[in-house]
Nanobody
């Protein structure tokens, strides 16, 4: 079983930065593709960024391209999301997810394991 735990959320002013981390306990996630999603109040969960199993390919939503960077350290069983130039529109609960197929997807449906989420609040 894979258990994902996110950390690093918090309150930051617009223009600031945060780094989210996702750690897996139990089974290794080294061969899984990983994704970050977010959900704001009253909105559907949306894709933010994804990375393939080796880290050689990354994918971003247009809204975060150029500001966010996803990375992974398979030796440490972790995935990170560096968020720069944050905007109030980035305010949401951020979730880490693992897809055992190893294929990229910007839909939440194929992802098999989810963390509990971490709150990110960006003040104006």
């Amino acid at each position: 079983q894979v258990q994902l735990v996110e950390s690093g959320g918090g309150l930051v002013q617009a223009g600031g930065s945060l780094r989210l981390s996702c750690a897996s306990s139990g089974r290794t996630i080294s061969y899984y593709s990983m994704g970050w999603f977010r959900q704001a109040p009253g909105k559907e969960r949306e894709f933010v960024a994804g990375i393939n199993w080796s880290g050689s390919s990354t994918y971003y939503a247009d809204s975060v391209k150029g500001r966010f960077t996803i990375s992974r350290d398979n030796a440490k069983n972790t995935v990170s999301l560096q968020m720069n130039s944050l905007k109030p529109a980035d305010t949401a609960v951020y979730y880490c997810a693992a897809d055992i197929s190893g294929y990229y997807s910007d839909s939440p449906d194929p992802y098999d394991f989810w963390g509990q989420g971490t709150q990110v609040t960006v003040s104006s």
